[in-house]
């Protein structure tokens, strides 16, 4: 019934997701702040640094939403991925892989390197789920 209360906008389900949800932002946003120095600004260096400030700050928020009402945390351990979460994780990564692979060879190098790098990198966590579901005997 607590769970319920729980606003939309959350960006995970205990304090301790949410500061390792902030990790990523963290480290995207002093990446784009030494490029922004270095390179000078851009449109393209601006937008993702306003982009990943976004998301930084959605992360500590969650954070102090669940330092203010901590009775909303989830409690207990976290629910177990099914096989068909995985295979759709595996799906929408390989697209991506895909797509990126699409762009090189047509010659979009630079948009096609970072496509391919972020399909490599969304499947990274999936892999890994399906070999531990293999190992447990797995979830329908």
Not at 116 to 126: D, F, K, M, N, T
């Amino acid at each position: 019934m607590e769970l319920a209360r729980r606003p939309r906008w959350v960006a995970a389900e205990t304090t301790k997701d949410a500061w390792r949800t902030a990790l990523a932002p963290s480290f995207l946003l002093i990446s784009a702040i030494i490029q922004l120095s270095s390179r000078g600004p851009s449109a393209w260096t601006i937008g993702f640094l306003i982009l990943v400030a976004l998301m930084l700050l959605h992360a500590l928020a969650t954070v102090m939403f669940f330092h203010r009402h901590p009775e909303l945390q989830r409690t207990g351990p976290p629910p177990t991925p099914t096989r068909r979460s995985v295979a759709l994780w595996l799906a929408l990564a390989g697209a991506v892989f895909v797509a990126g692979v699409v762009l090189l060879a047509i010659g979009v190098v630079k948009v096609g390197a970072v496509v391919l790098i972020v399909g490599v990198a969304l499947s990274a966590p999936a892999v890994v789920t399906a070999f531990r579901l293999v190992d447990a005997g797995g979830r329908r």
